[in-house]
């Protein structure tokens, strides 16, 4: 058995894997379609290619990490997925054909997007052990998450948009080195109970709220992710402008993961305040508002994806048995890529036809949100650990 891991050598470690990990995301989102369209794919393609994380999450992903949890090998997966990513994304970039590029991410994805709810479950594992705060750890991914988007930003006006991916492929192997210094977690002692948890899990009408509710207020943003740079572009903003508009919302996300220790509402009232602010932030957007109004409704992305974060993962922290964090992850992801995938696809056409109205559709599914965690609100406050007590 490993021997404990020291508070502040784990924080420490966490916060780098998630910087390095959201540095990969910070140039992956805002310009993996800029690329794409660089190289000749167009909308309706570029729609299909980035669902593919999203379609990966509910297919593949739940597997990988409930097999990394059985073998208590939650850091080694990390590793695994971390090298595996940079590879995949490397061969990528030699493609140029829609279905090649398809057919090569869709494997990358197989491997990305297990990263994310494995650094979770890892990180909640110390959250819960030495009794840390989530959003103090998260907000060095939110803020790497700012460095690579400016980056790219710049490197935009400065370099052909075809040589972007390998930016993307340099930050994905800064990933993987960073990931070798996590160190390997006390064993959790195994019981018969950790099976029948994992499965009462999707039982728990608590917790299917908790992965109904994230699914819808996060995919909410698939619009944003997947044309909102490229409609930006077409408006005859520069690259550092794009990335400065992605930048101001993370900043907003940057405050809210810091204060959140803070925080004294109801983790379920912090989600509803989040959806209430996505709607909002959506409708504006849909209204395709000038620079000056653009800009201060960006700092809403705190609020609308922030506090979800922060709400959701509190609930997760008292639903779910530290045991079975992983597959808790794994089913959140799952739920939340079956959202996600549709709004992807979803967003690539009727952005086609009906341009920023895209947005009055994502309003939509963020109410849809809010609705599901007000009717569950009783029940995630009276009665906490049910998942854990088998119901």
């Not at 090569?104 to 990305?112: E, G, Q, S």
């Not at 549709?342 to 690539?348: E, H, P």
């Not at 559709?361 to 809010?370: H, R």
Request: net charge positive; hydrophobic share 55%.
């Amino acid at each position: 058995m490993a021997s404990p891991v020291p508070p502040k050598r784990f924080a420490a470690w966490v916060a780098l894997v998630y910087g390095t990990g959201f540095g990969l995301v910070g140039t992956h989102l805002p310009f993996f379609p800029v690329w794409l369209r660089a190289v000749g794919v167009d909308p309706g393609w570029i729609g299909i290619i980035t669902a593919v994380p999203s379609v990966t999450r509910f297919t593949t992903l739940p597997f990988v990490t409930g097999f990394a949890e059985r073998r208590q090998a939650l850091r080694g997966g990390i590793i695994v997925m971390a090298f595996g990513t940079t590879i995949g994304l490397a061969i990528v970039g030699l493609q140029h054909q829609a279905l090649l590029i398809f057919l090569a991410y869709a494997l990358t994805c197989i491997v990305w997007t297990p990263m994310v709810p494995l650094i979770d479950a890892y990180a909640l594992r110390g959250v819960r052990q030495y009794g840390l705060k989530y959003g103090p750890l998260r907000l060095w991914g939110s803020a790497a998450f700012v460095a690579g988007a400016l980056a790219c930003g710049w490197l935009i006006d400065v370099i052909s948009a075809k040589y972007l991916i390998w930016i993307i492929v340099g930050m994905a192997a800064l990933s993987a080195l960073v990931s070798l210094g996590l160190q390997p977690l006390g064993a959790l002692k195994a019981t018969s109970a950790i099976t029948t948890g994992a499965n009462a899990l999707l039982r728990d009408k608590g917790f299917l709220a908790i992965i109904i509710t994230s699914a819808l207020i996060q995919s909410s943003h698939s619009a944003y992710y997947v044309v909102a740079s490229i409609a930006w572009q077409q408006e005859g903003f520069g690259g550092l402008t794009i990335a400065s508009l992605w930048t101001l919302g993370v900043l907003a996300e940057i405050v809210v993961f810091a204060l959140s220790p803070r925080f004294a509402l109801p983790a379920t009232t912090l989600v509803m305040i989040s959806a209430s602010s996505a709607v909002a932030r959506w409708v504006i957007t849909a209204l395709a508002p000038p620079i000056w109004i653009l800009a201060p409704v960006q700092l809403m992305h705190g609020l609308s994806f922030g506090l979800t974060q922060v709400g959701i993962m509190d609930l997760m922290v008292h639903h779910v048995p530290p045991q079975i964090m992983a597959r808790g992850q794994g089913y959140l992801s799952a739920c939340g890529g079956i959202a996600a995938g549709s709004a992807y696809v979803l967003s690539g056409a009727v952005f086609a036809r009906y341009g920023q109205h895209v947005y009055y559709v994502m309003a939509a599914i963020a109410a849809c949100g809010g609705l599901v965690m007000l009717t569950a609100r009783h029940r995630l406050m009276d009665h906490p650990h049910s998942a854990a007590s088998g119901g």
